[in-house]
């Protein structure tokens, strides 16, 4: 039927038919190439980790076991450094947030992609000819573009947040090895008050043998040998709850052999004022970027939502074989927005840039206030901790020294020693507790600001 075709204007209406079907492929075959974001790859949220001085993150998925990550190792104790490494490697939280870096790639492909085209046939009966149309939509020549930036500028803000996610869980890693490092204290502490509890209780029983002492007294050094006992099984357990809560937070089991590194923290000797902070924080918080990028695709997606009112279809109609020869020609199909403009999709593109105006202000304000509440309670933690190891803790140790230089030289009872010594020990343990205050005061300083300092 369609063998040959020379009509004159058959001719002249395949030249703009062939062009305008060129250009419908071309457009096709760009629709069917999915775009590619750095945003959605996994390697830009660990680099960004990796220069706020913190680890990188695995690159591949789920995995059946925990696992250590490449050159960490804990056979020399577990650091803090290697405790936020694992986390990142393997708490699964973090990873399920990883996911959403396949869901904007999802989101990505989709902006790119072109609706299929129509193709209407219309079969001879009787005198009726044979009629065929192709459509397919061109707005996306023009709406296709716009569509993907903001997918693009979306995948960048799931990028952020994650990045954000990944200074959250290393504070939280942070806070969790000072709690765990302030229950072991507490536990040796206990353990050796129970030490001096019996022996105090051998004294008394001795001294009351000799009658130098009163059955009131034995009595008294059991009931604290009692309480001594109870409290060091309490804190025997709490440190063994707080390394199972290190365990989780990390999503790999800390073997009991593991030591866990202790050292004094370190207190910076020239802290930056609250201000310069406040501005550094303003340039390296993740989430602040993200309510920035959130505002901005807010802002492309209302503009497009304008665009949005007109959309253009492209024809091809052809008739078979008629009286006066094969026709075949383009067209438009021009939707005309009388009654529909879009409004509820603009309505809504404007409340989400006045929403995403307000968040990004908001998040700016929390910022603020995050940085000043937690370089003011550094400052005050670190002054109170010098204090005390400069000021309150040096003469209880002279004491105790002396209490036992004085029992060698047989002037003072065991009984004045051990009490001397216990008394050390609580203000030790009182030590270790404004330690840790420091250590998660410095940790939450760090996450605030948005960077290792």
């Not at 904007?104 to 209407?120: E, F, K």
């Not at 029992?407 to 003072?412: K, N």
Request: proline share 5%; with cysteine.
């Amino acid at each position: 039927m369609f063998a040959s075709i020379n009509h004159p204007m058959i001719r002249f209406a395949a030249r703009p038919c062939l062009a305008a079907g060129l250009s419908l492929v071309s457009l096709l075959l760009s629709g069917c190439v999915a775009p590619e974001s750095k945003y959605t790859q996994r390697g830009i949220v660990g680099a960004d980790l990796q220069e706020r001085g913190l680890t990188t993150i695995r690159a591949d998925g789920v995995q059946a076991t925990a696992q250590l990550p490449p050159g960490i190792s804990v056979d020399d104790g577990l650091s803090e450094r290697e405790a936020v490494a694992i986390a990142l490697w393997n708490n699964a939280a973090f990873q399920e947030n990883l996911t959403k870096l396949g869901l904007a790639r999802s989101d990505l492909a989709q902006a790119g992609m072109l609706a299929n085209p129509t193709l209407s046939m219309l079969f001879p009966l009787g005198p009726k000819q044979f009629e065929f149309t192709a459509t397919a939509p061109l707005e996306a020549l023009w709406l296709r573009p716009k569509r993907i930036a903001i997918a693009e500028v979306e995948a960048e803000r799931v990028a952020q947040g994650l990045v954000q996610s990944g200074l959250d869980l290393a504070r939280d890693v942070r806070v969790t090895i000072s709690d765990a490092l302030l229950a072991r204290d507490r536990e040796n502490v206990a353990a050796e008050t129970l030490k001096i509890r019996e022996q105090i209780l051998r004294i008394a029983g001795n001294r009351q043998r000799l009658g130098d002492a009163s059955e009131l007294e034995t009595t008294a050094a059991r009931a604290e040998l009692a309480r001594a006992g109870d409290e060091a099984g309490r804190a025997q357990r709490d440190h063994s709850i707080a390394r199972e809560r290190l365990s989780f937070l990390l999503g790999w089991p800390v073997p009991a052999a593991a030591a866990i590194e202790s050292t004094a923290p370190t207190i910076p000797t020239a802290v930056p004022v609250a201000a310069l902070l406040e501005t550094k924080a303003l340039s390296a918080r993740p989430d602040l970027r993200a309510s920035e990028l959130a505002l901005e695709s807010a802002g492309r997606k209302a503009g497009l939502a304008e665009k949005e009112v007109f959309t253009l279809s492209g024809l091809i109609d052809a008739n078979a074989q008629g009286k006066d020869g094969f026709e075949i020609g383009p067209g438009i199909a021009l939707p005309l927005p009388i009654f529909n403009q879009n409004q509820p999709n603009r309505l809504r593109a404007k409340a989400e840039v006045e929403r995403a105006g307000w968040n990004y202000l908001g998040t700016r304000q929390r910022i603020v206030a995050e940085v000043r509440d937690a370089h003011a309670k550094f400052e005050q933690a670190a002054a109170t901790l010098v204090a005390y190891e400069t000021q309150v803790l040096p003469p209880f140790e002279e004491l105790e020294r002396a209490s036992r230089r004085s029992y060698e030289l047989g002037e003072v009872s065991p009984w004045v020693v051990q009490e001397n010594t216990r008394q050390l020990l609580l203000l030790q343990l009182r030590r270790a507790e404004l330690r840790a205050e420091v250590r998660r005061a410095w940790a939450n300083l760090e996450r605030n600001v948005g960077t290792r300092l």
